[in-house]
């Protein structure tokens, strides 16, 4: 007997995600630069891109997983709160919300502040690292 194959990507994706936590992030993953970053957050702060991206609040370290991402997505890649807002799946309001709290927190959080530098320092919107990244979230 042969053996099973595997179902395409976009199948698997549709078992294992909630249709709008699905629309999120193939929706995301048409910006492959954006797309990159928020996978780079979700692996140093150690949440999966599943719960980064699906509704609902989650636990503390995803809503400040999910701050930080739209923080950085507005600063560093220079996206409009409304794009942010679109990619993810919240609203606008919620997108400055999340900067301005990243913000706050920043000045207060050593380890937050040197989360970003480290993600900052590696390109982003430039060339270098990010690059190899780019072409792997494609």
């Known amino acids: 007997m042969g053996e099973a194959l595997e179902p395409p990507k976009r199948q698997r994706l549709s078992r294992l995600l909630a249709p709008n936590s699905r629309t999120r992030l193939l929706r995301l993953k048409t910006d492959p630069e954006a797309y990159a970053l928020v996978r780079r957050v979700a692996k140093s702060r150690h949440v999966g891109m599943r719960a980064l991206v699906s ?21 560093l890649l220079r ?5 942010i807002g679109r990619l993810l799946g919240r609203p606008r309001s919620t997108v400055h919300y999340a900067c301005q709290a990243i913000e706050w927190l920043r000045d207060d ?3 937050l502040r ?6 900052e320092a590696q390109g982003w919107g430039k060339s270098g690292e ?8 494609a």
């Open 79 to 83: 996206r409009p709160h409304d794009d």
């Open 55 to 75: 509704g609902g609040r989650g636990s503390g370290e995803l809503v400040l997983a999910r701050q930080l991402a739209m923080y950085l997505l507005h600063v």
């Open 109 to 111: 959080d050593e380890l």
């Open 114 to 119: 040197d989360d970003i530098a480290r993600i």
């Open 130 to 137: 990010t690059a190899m990244e780019l072409r792997h979230a």
